[in-house]
């Protein structure tokens, strides 16, 4: 079974600039959740999908972050404009069910705006 | 504000010595508990969850839950180097779908 795949790995963008980060969740999951980790800071939420539908967005900083999840499959995370702020590590994560047993989370994207 | 707070460490053990990591949690109501371990520049990894009062053993592993004190631990006997990461606590403190409040993760050092 593939895991949960994000992508780009890194990304270096300068401020202003325009960057879309994308998940792709294990199949057949549900549930899909895009969380931060800034520097010296804990994983904080910021988003759960059900399917297509927004479940939970009340972790999203600010209305330059725009997560969609088009057919209920992958989801994307934009930034846009970018600001310095908003370098850290972004992860995905998915389940099958509600979570209650934990989920499985990707990679990350190390994101840096310089 | 809803905390989960961790010794940031690095928490040093011999191997073959058993590593205590704690967490406490300022939400009363919550009611799932997981430790993930992240090896440097990796995703985080579900090593254990814990849900209600005691303990719960898999492995090397136990957790440990006191919902009364808002603590949970995570022991891991017989440290190996392969154990060095960092280890973070995560609580669902919601009702419904979980959404997870984690700590900023201890730093566990075991050296051979």
Redesign the interface.
Known sequence: EAGVTQFPSHSVIEKGQTVTLRCDPISGHDNLYWYRRVMGKEIKFLLHFVKESKQDESGMPNNRFLAERTGGTYSTLKVQPAELEDSGVYFCASSQDRGDYGYTFGSGTRLTVV | QKE?EQNSGPLSVPEGAIASLNCTYSDRVSQ?F?W?RQYSG?????IM?IYSNGDKEDGRFTAQLNKASQYVSLLIRDSQPSDSATY?C?V?MNS??????????TMLLVSP
């Open positions: 989960v799932s997981f993930y990796k995703s985080p990894e579900l969850s973070l995560a669902n419904g779908y979980s959404t997870l409040t984690f700590g900023k993760g």
